[in-house]
């Protein structure tokens, strides 16, 4: 196996036809408060250059990726045409499939504005590699890796994470969300939920953990899985928006490869992972740190302006020589 291909979903945007869109999605599904904190508060869609680090770190750590598949609803980010006609990557190599192309007879679920629905259908791109590297569009790479650093010599995925309980299981659970929903908060841990469902979908009595890094996945597992379970991709899709109730497919993905012994497991690795309450010099400076290989910023709309122009810097200083021009400068 020489090459596999790369998947970034990305929701952002801040059209107005789609803001338009996203309200008139809102207005629907009639969601709650705490609905719209866990999964439509504004800055899961708003654009700040996020995903054009996520594909110049892999035309620049990943070179064995030779397709990278930027999946999104009918829109082009600014400046993606010109990784390609500046000469940064190969004509080819980045190539936009809309939802539309990835829905198929499901589209009566669309528009949709559910990062966890749109992952459900990723395994739908025409001509996806059997293995592919799943990445958000605010998850990049820090240093070089290989294709032996996700797929075993048995053609294995390796996991990084660790297993966990269920959530609900823990003593202090009912407590600590009964607190939550009095005071009309998202519910703790919405992350960990979406991956403790899929464990039990899958039928596991505990969950396997992932992080915010790029993520191996087995096309079929997840095609035949939903192939298979039609009335579970019904119900996934449904919501417009990300929900507690809802399975995180890449979970879902782990969790068949666990109970059919078809994975191998490997500990989370360190990384940086920088969110606006918690950016500083150490932790800017760590995106230059030896022996850390993946990355993560997120709501960077939400930064201080101080630190929101010294994450770009580092950024753009981060993967100089892979960024057009016209975004360094911007």
């Known amino acids: 196996m020489s090459t596999i291909d790369a998947v970034i979903t990305w929701v952002d945007g801040s059209e107005r036809l789609h803001r338009e869109k996203r309200l008139q999605a809102m207005s629907s599904q009639k969601m709650t408060s705490v609905e719209v904190k866990t999964g439509a ?11 054009y680090y996520c594909i110049a ?3 620049k750590h990943a070179p064995f990726i030779k ?3 930027v999946v999104t609803d009918n829109q082009v980010p600014e400046f993606l045409d010109d990784f390609q006609s500046q000469g940064i990557c190969a004509d080819g190599t980045i190539k936009i499939v809309d939802h539309k192309d990835i829905f198929g007879m499901k589209n009566q679920y669309y528009p949709t504005f559910n990062s966890l629905s749109i992952e459900s259908l990723i395994c739908n791109i025409n001509g996806i590699s059997d293995f592919f590297l799943y990445f958000n569009d605010d998850v990049f ?19 990084r994470g660790n297993f966990f309980s269920h959530p609900e299981s823990k003593p202090s659970w009912g407590l600590k969300s009964a607190i939550k929903r009095l005071r009309n908060q998202p ?57 507690n109730e809802q399975y995180s497919p890449i979970s879902i993905a782990n969790h068949i490869e666990i109970m059919k012994n078809q994975a191998e497991f490997l500990p989370l690795e360190k990384s940086v992972y920088i969110k606006p309450n918690t950016v500083n ?9 030896k022996g850390v290989r993946f990355g993560c910023i997120q709501s960077l709309d939400q930064f ?12 753009r200083k981060k993967f100089d020589g892979y960024l057009p021009s016209s975004l360094i400068n911007l």
């Open 304 to 315: 201080p302006s101080k630190w929101k122009a010294k994450t770009h810097d580092n950024m």
């Open 187 to 243: 519910i703790i841990d919405t992350f960990g939920i979406n991956q403790s469902n899929s464990a039990k979908l899958i039928g596991m009595d505990q969950y396997f953990r992932v992080g915010h890094c790029p993520h191996i996945v087995r096309s079929k597992t997840l095609k035949n899985f939903f192939n298979e379970n039609k009335e579970i991709l019904d119900y996934q899709l449904r919501f417009k928006f990300r929900s």
């Open 281 to 289: 010099k150490k932790r800017l400076e760590a995106i230059w740190s």
């Open 141 to 159: 790479l820090l240093e070089d890796i290989k294709i032996e650093d996700f797929i075993s010599s048995r053609k294995k995925p390796f996991l």
């Open 67 to 69: 397709k990278i598949y």
């Open 57 to 59: 770190s892999i035309l």
């Open 41 to 51: 508060e504004s800055t899961r869609f708003e654009d700040n250059g996020e995903i």
